[in-house]
């Protein structure tokens, strides 16, 4: 079974300033990762992924994760933040392989970005 | 491009009454998820589908049950609703490599 901590339940930001976005994962197989962002009153959205490949990855929006198995995180950066980045953001991990279609999230991180 | 809606949006029910939520997808997904959203645990699975009249248990599944007749709608029940229940619930269509896409959510209340 997979399981993943998002130690920071809440991270206020001012505008423009960098932000990080804690993910750590635990599984004993290979694993895709996920970010997904809720913004106010809305359903999940995929930010970005990692499937296999290049460990950095990017999202159209300025965001970026990078996968680290040795230390099995995963977390999210963007150089500067908007105040439109407010939203909810959620880790997520799943095995790899036919029979794993499950996903599994973290308890998310609330960005708060202030003027 | 419709996606995945959910209906209803909002509900509002009493303690032992039943309860369905319907979800209805146009993108063809194999696979089809059921979540619920409480604050402090993020997204818990309630139950899934991989395929029509093929569904499973997720971890959160008791007091729960589910149907999937046709590929584009996925059923979730609350056989007699408790308050416990109370939440908001999220559908998601998947295909390749467990990527999800999500419904807007219906927010429940049992009083």
């Known amino acids: 079974a997979q399981s993943v901590t998002q130690l920071d339940s809440q991270v206020p930001v001012f505008e423009e300033a960098p932000v990080e976005l804690r993910c750590n994962y635990s599984?004993?197989?290979?694993?895709?990762l996920f970010w997904y962002v809720q913004y106010p009153n809305q359903g999940l959205q995929l930010l970005l992924k990692?499937?296999?490949?290049?460990?950095l990855v990017e999202s159209i929006n300025g965001f970026e994760a990078e996968f680290n198995k040795s230390q099995t995180s995963f977390h999210l950066r963007k150089p500067s933040v908007h105040i439109s980045d407010t939203a909810e953001y959620f880790c997520?991990?799943?095995?790899?392989?036919?029979?794993?279609?499950?996903?599994?999230f973290g308890t998310g991180t609330r960005l708060t970005i202030i003027p | 491009d419709a996606g995945i809606t959910q209906s209803p949006r909002h509900k509002v029910t009493e303690t032992g009454t039943p309860v369905t939520l319907r979800c209805h997808q146009t993108?063809?997904?194999?696979?089809m998820y059921w979540y619920r959203q409480d604050p402090g645990h993020g997204l818990r699975l309630i139950h899934y589908?991989?395929?029509?009249?093929?569904?499973d248990k997720g971890e959160v599944s008791d007091g729960y049950s589910v149907s999937r007749s046709k590929t584009e709608d996925f059923l979730l029940t609350l056989e007699s609703a408790t308050s416990s229940q109370t939440s908001v619930y999220f559908c998601?269509?998947?295909?390749?490599?467990?990527?999800?896409?999500f419904g807007p959510g219906t927010r429940l209340t049992v009083l």
């Open positions: 997520a991990v799943s095995a790899r392989g036919f029979g794993n279609e499950k996903l599994t």
């Open positions: 599984s004993s197989v290979s694993v895709y």
């Open positions: 990692y499937l296999s490949g290049s460990t």
């Open positions: 993108e063809n997904h194999r696979y």
């Open positions: 589908s991989y395929g029509v009249k093929d569904t």
């Open positions: 998601a269509g998947g295909d390749r490599y467990n990527e999800q896409f």
